[in-house]
Nanobody, 126 residues
């Protein structure tokens, strides 16, 4: 059974950093594409980062490019999202998602992913 658990969220001041973790169980994560999404109150779920097993990537949305970094530790079956220089507009619930996504797909479309974690809250505020 595929299971994803996010952790690492919390309250941080503007300009601060957090590292989110997404631990997978029930399958081998390195065989799958992985994406991070976020959803702020009243807004649609936004794809912010994506890593696949194709020859391109990783990918980032314009809103986080240069500040966030996605990485994997296959020995721990875990994916990370390092978030630096956080801004108040980064406040949202953050989700990891995975599935067998074809290379060249619109990775930011949440409908591509069947498996989701429960989400972790990130709040950026002074």
């Amino acid at each position: 059974q595929v299971h994803l658990v996010e952790s690492g969220g919390g309250l941080v001041q503007p300009g601060g950093s957090l590292r989110l973790s997404c631990a997978a169980s029930g399958f081998t994560l390195d065989s799958y594409a992985v994406a991070w999404f976020r959803q702020a109150p009243g807004k649609e779920r936004e794809g912010i980062s994506y890593d696949n097993n194709c020859d391109t990537g990783p990918y980032y949305s314009d809103s986080v490019k240069g500040r966030f970094t996605i990485s994997r530790d296959n020995t721990k079956n875990t994916v990370y999202l390092q978030m630096n220089n956080l801004k108040p507009e980064d406040t949202a619930v953050y989700y990891c998602a995975t599935d067998r996504v074809e290379c060249g797909s619109d990775w930011f479309e949440y409908r591509l992913y069947e498996y989701w974690g429960q989400g972790t809250q990130v709040t950026v505020s002074s």
